[in-house]
């Protein structure tokens, strides 16, 4: 055999290296060499070859402390789990063992991982294990459930958001079922649990899961809900056909009746009004910019027109009067902030205060697509020092939808009375809407001064001069609509 082709690397072994040693079957030489042209090369960090002379020989070349140096280094250590020694005609080499004692001291860290990693493992499979069996044990065993109908009336809330298992939590722990999951289990197959909405209901103590589903799905078990909607104000408006519209006032009295064991919780609408007169504008919960404004109202029981915001209101019956109005006017502020009035954000040259009493007569006057328009005419006619003449602010007042107006009415004095006074009324007329309110901020562009409704859809026609006003009137008025 060619004498290169035995340092060929054969498969899952390393290449030997000259400072290997000697192969197995060799026998090392104790003849040292008379000239030693130069020591062999080391890998960085191996140690130096064992002495092959006397002792003060390897002193002399390596110094006294070389072989101390490398005393427990062991080079096998890295490699004797790499090596595999599949051939079997050939013969693991021997260890020339030491007598090095033995290793002191801790593991080695990689040991330590395992163990924690160990024990990482084993406490998972405890708390699944745990997990599974208290499943197990709910699912075999059930949950506890109480029988019958109930037995007292008590008030529960649900809050925005709340899932079917949130809201049988709620009724668990307002005493109504036994647990949570009677509720939810007798629930699953009824589609109208998924639609419960927040707000208060009137439920039961001691009801089974099935009775509490069916009393909290029922219409009648939804108390305190209440929508106020824009065009709205404080006092009913009788309409001409006599009906009457319910304003402010009666739709948060309604809201607050509930009947909770023979007891109802209904606030009347003249304690509503007396509180509206002598509260404190500001503990409940008036924006600042307004208080001051809404304090010297002329009718006192208006102090709040204009300040409560269109939308959905849930309020909770057995409140006092202050209670239920500090909450509403509370979520009124926060919703005319979010429609972008503010102390930093207000008409040109008008007070955040005026731009909201702007916006309640944008309401009253107009429909939605001439809202910008209506808007422009009313800061127009402002800085022409004109008076509004808007039978919206004398029908205020008088409690009465019509946008008309007659004469002897339009003769009144009075501070909502546009035809005889110039600038804007003290306070708002209606709920503004969000729309009426941009609207105020920011006018369409024009030179407009006058409108009249001209179309039976609601639209007006604008004019900058009065004769066009007046043509508009004519025209509207031989197509029937004014």
């Known amino acids: 055999m060619p004498a290169h082709a035995q340092d060929e690397p054969r498969p899952g072994r390393r290449r030997r290296r000259e400072d290997d040693g000697p192969q197995p079957d060799e026998r090392p030489t104790d003849i040292l060499p008379a000239v030693q042209e130069a020591p062999l090369a080391r890998r960085p960090g191996a140690a130096p070859p064992p002495p ?8 002399e070349i390596f110094g006294e402390d070389a072989y101390d140096e490398y005393e427990d280094y062991d080079e096998y250590d890295d490699y004797e789990d790499d090596l595999d020694f599949e051939d079997e005609d050939r013969a693991e080499p021997e260890r020339i063992e030491d007598e090095r004692p033995e290793r002191q001291g801790p593991p080695p860290k990689k040991r330590k991982k395992k163990r924690a990693l160990g024990w990482v493992a084993a406490l998972t499979v405890l708390v699944l294990l745990a997990g599974g069996a208290y499943y197990g044990f709910t699912e075999i065993f059930g949950y506890d459930d109480y029988e019958g109908t109930g037995e007292s009336d008590v ?14 939590n709620r009724l668990q722990a307002a005493g109504v079922v036994a647990s949570g999951k009677a509720f939810v289990k007798a629930g699953e197959d009824n589609t109208a649990v998924s639609r419960l909405q927040q707000g208060y209901y009137v439920m039961k103590t001691k009801m089974s899961g099935a009775s509490a589903v069916e009393k909290m799905t029922a219409p009648a078990s939804k108390v305190g809900q209440v929508e106020i909607r824009p065009y709205t104000q404080f006092h009913d408006i009788t ?9 402010v006032y009666s739709l948060l009295s309604k809201a607050s009746c509930a009947e909770l064991n023979g007891k109802s919780t209904c606030i009347p609408v003249e304690e509503l009004r007396k509180t509206i007169e002598t509260a404190d504008l500001a503990k409940l ?18 102090r709040l027109e204009g300040l409560i915001a269109p939308g959905i209101f849930n309020v909770k019956p057995g409140w006092t009067a202050e209670e239920l109005l ?6 009124s502020s926060e919703r005319i902030l979010n429609a972008g009035l ?19 007569i944008i309401e009253r006057e107009a429909v939605k697509a001439d809202f910008g328009k209506i808007s422009r005419v009313i800061y127009n006619r402002l800085a ?7 039978d919206s602010t004398v029908n205020y007042v008088l409690d009465r939808p019509t946008l008309l107006t007659k004469p002897e009415e339009r003769e009144k004095a009075g501070a909502y009375n546009t035809y005889k006074s110039v600038g804007l009324p003290p306070t708002p ?3 503004p809407s969000a729309e009426a309110i941009q609207a105020a901020l920011k006018p369409a562009p024009g030179e407009w001064l006058f409108f009249v409704k001209c179309e039976k859809n609601g639209l007006s026609c604008f004019a900058v001069t009065n004769d066009e006003h007046n043509k508009n009137k004519l025209d509207a008025q031989r197509r029937g609509v004014y």
């Not at 919960?285 to 208006?302: F, L, Q, S, Y």
């Open 239 to 247: 309409q001409p056909d006599g009906k009457v519209t319910p304003g």
């Open 429 to 431: 007329i209606a709920v």
């Open 155 to 168: 008030l529960v809330q649900v809050e925005k958001g709340d899932s079917t298992s949130a809201i049988g």
């Open 52 to 59: 092959q002379g006397s002792e003060e020989e390897y002193d």
């Open 384 to 390: 022409e020092k004109m008076r509004l003449e808007m």
């Open 326 to 331: 500090a909450d509403v006017v509370k979520t």
């Open 342 to 360: 503010s102390e930093q954000s207000k008409g040109d040259g008008r007070t955040p205060y005026e731009t909201l009493v702007i916006a309640s």
């Open 285 to 302: 919960g008036v924006p600042a910019w307004a208080v001051e404004a809404a304090t010297k109202a002329e009718h006192k029981d208006r």
